[in-house]
């Protein structure tokens, strides 16, 4: 038992029936299940908004899907999915609501927190937002000089910089081409240099985004674009009109020199990387217009209801959190790849690695005990045809099991010209390819069939039963991208709910930072740092010596 009265889970007796369950089903094979049932690959599909989900080339039968919905019953994965929308505060270790759902609510909703309505000041920042983005867009809001601002840099980490970046990608087709958008985050001066080197300052707005302005890689970021902009315009007073800032800290935003006026605010109940389309989002909703970014929080929206609403047997982030936690915790499979078949999602997977991996890389249960059992997976991946001429080699022959989302497209985006819109059945003839050969390998005796000599039949030979799910949308649109992250963001939430952990902290990004500090110092000034380890000693001292110091 937990100390919250929870049964754990591993003592649930629907999780000894779904160990029971994989033992009896042993190595089922996919080519079997579908030799035995000639309706699965339309069967075990479902569709949610513009998204058709075709999970029949998976390891389960109907009794395994029913299993793990009875999992999904005795975790209550519902009942918490309704705490969140209430606006409960179900992330327990920073007493928060969780209310990422509330950023795309109607204007005419009432959700609370702490008896107040939060959806009028949700609004309230997107109509600002609407009207600033409006004025860059248009040229009426003008750099220091009065020249017309032609570059957006968005400066930022983790969820301040990875949600408007993928998205900036994913939309490209629907941006300003007029305008540039270049994002800046690691700490390392490079990566500064390089997004500015080309630009004209005058012509430069900087976006300083940090929930909570205080993320050492943001403010040093930051303190370096206020230099470059100063040391060409020389007058303190073009920071105003250069500078803005997404925060939920008005107080440190001023101390950093940001007037109040220009900052767009969001909340602690949304959490850092459930926050692009949150004012998060400015830089891509200048980038691609007020109306464009209203379609992709529809988007969101279509899944919010769809997760919030639909029985268990037909929910999508439910169904593919349970696969999840079928192929984690009953398959051993330490990673999950995801494979999008389209350029502009190059940044997608990356977005859902902090998505995933920061909500669910725990070991410690809500209750503050240790778990007993695996919780989030790796999760990996870049955009399919690429990664068929890398590492597809390990997924098709290798000794890991790794489950894996294809994501593709029926039509190319409209401003293909007509030859490179004729490559897009090309690609997604690869797509299919995949998933097929995946799922059904190619049999010795296939192999044979060919006149391969008999030496090279295994290495020939493809085994198969590589489980994957197919999403397939009919067009790339701010709608379809709200759809997909709201779906991996709800299938993150019901894996957390099942392993009973906070998806919503992350504690675990804390020591790090706070060794940084204690070393840096050590660096600069050759300082005697207490509690350094041998190796790290060494290292420093190497280091300051290759510095030249
Ligand atoms: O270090 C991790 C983290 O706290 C993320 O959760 C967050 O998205 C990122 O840093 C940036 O934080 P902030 O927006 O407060 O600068």
Redo the contacts with the bound molecule.
């Keep these: 038992m937990n100390t919250d009265g929870r049964t754990r889970l591993n003592q649930m007796s629907e999780w000894t029936a779904l160990a029971k369950h994989r033992e009896e089903l042993g190595e089922v094979q996919l080519r079997e299940l579908f030799a035995a049932d000639a309706g699965r690959g339309t069967a075990y599909t479902l569709r949610v908004g513009d998204l058709y989900v075709d999970y029949s080339k998976h390891l389960v039968t109907d009794d395994t899907l029913r299993l793990l919905r009875e999992l999904a019953a005795a975790t209550d994965v519902f009942g918490l999915r309704d705490a969140m929308f209430r606006g409960e505060k179900i992330n327990t270790t920073e007493n928060r609501a969780v209310l990422h759902t509330a950023l795309r609510a109607p204007r005419d909703a009432v959700i609370e927190v702490d008896g107040e309505n939060v959806v009028p000041g949700v609004h309230a920042v997107l109509d600002k937002m609407a009207g600033f983005a409006d004025r860059v867009r248009s040229g009426e809001w003008t750099g220091h000089t009065g020249k017309r601002i032609r570059n957006i840099v968005n400066v930022?980490?983790?969820?301040?910089?990875?949600g408007p970046a993928m998205a900036y990608e994913v939309l490209r087709a629907f941006t300003d081409r007029s305008l540039t958008l270049r994002f800046v985050s690691n700490v390392d001066g490079a990566d500064l240099h390089e997004a500015v080197r080309d630009l004209d300052p005058a012509e430069t707005l900087f976006i300083i985004?940090?929930?909570?302005?205080?993320?050492i890689?943001?403010v040093t970021n930051a303190t370096s674009a206020r230099s470059w902009l100063l040391a060409a315009l020389g007058d303190e007073a073009a920071v105003a009109k250069h500078f803005v800032a997404l925060?939920t800290n008005a107080e440190k935003v001023a101390e950093f020199g940001i007037d109040t006026a220009n900052m767009f605010e969001f909340w602690d109940w949304v959490?850092?990387?459930y926050?692009y389309d949150s004012a998060?989002g400015l830089s891509l909703m200048i980038a691609i217009g007020p109306d464009r970014f209203r379609e992709m929080l529809d988007g969101f929206r279509i899944v919010d209801e769809h997760f919030r609403t639909a029985p268990a047997e037909s929910n999508v982030p439910l169904l593919l959190g349970l696969l999840g936690i079928w192929y984690g915790n009953f398959h051993d499979a330490q990673s999950h790849a995801v494979l999008p078949y389209s350029h502009y999602l190059s940044k997608f997977t990356a977005y859902l690695q902090?998505l995933d991996m920061?909500s669910n890389g725990k070991y410690v249960g809500r209750d503050g005990r240790e778990v007993e059992w695996q919780t989030g997976p790796v999760v990996w991946g870049t955009p399919g045809t690429n990664g068929q001429h890398a590492y597809y080699q390990l997924i098709h022959q290798g000794t890991k099991l790794i489950p894996a989302d294809f994501i593709g497209f029926a039509r190319p985006v409209a401003e293909l010209s007509d030859e490179l819109k004729a490559q897009h059945d090309l690609l997604m003839a690869n797509f299919f390819a995949q998933t097929q050969a995946l799922a059904f390998g190619k049999t010795p005796d296939e192999v044979r069939a060919e006149g391969v000599p008999e030496e090279l039949v295994p290495h020939k030979t493809f085994r198969g039963n590589h489980p994957t799910t197919t999403i397939l949308a009919p067009e790339l649109t701010p709608s379809v991208l709200g759809q997909l992250v709201a779906l991996y963001e709800h299938k993150v939430f019901v894996q957390g709910a099942v392993w009973d952990i906070d998806s919503f902290d992350?504690w675990g990004?804390?020591l790090g930072?706070v060794l940084a500090k204690r070393v840096e110092p050590a660096l600069t000034e050759g300082a005697e740092v207490e509690g350094l380890d041998a190796s790290t000693k060494a290292l420093v001292a190497t280091y300051r010596e290759l510095r030249g110091r």
């Design positions: 930022g980490i983790g969820g301040s910089d990875l985004a940090s929930k909570t302005f205080t993320t890689e943001t925060s959490g850092g990387r926050s998060i902090q920061e992350q990004v804390e930072k």
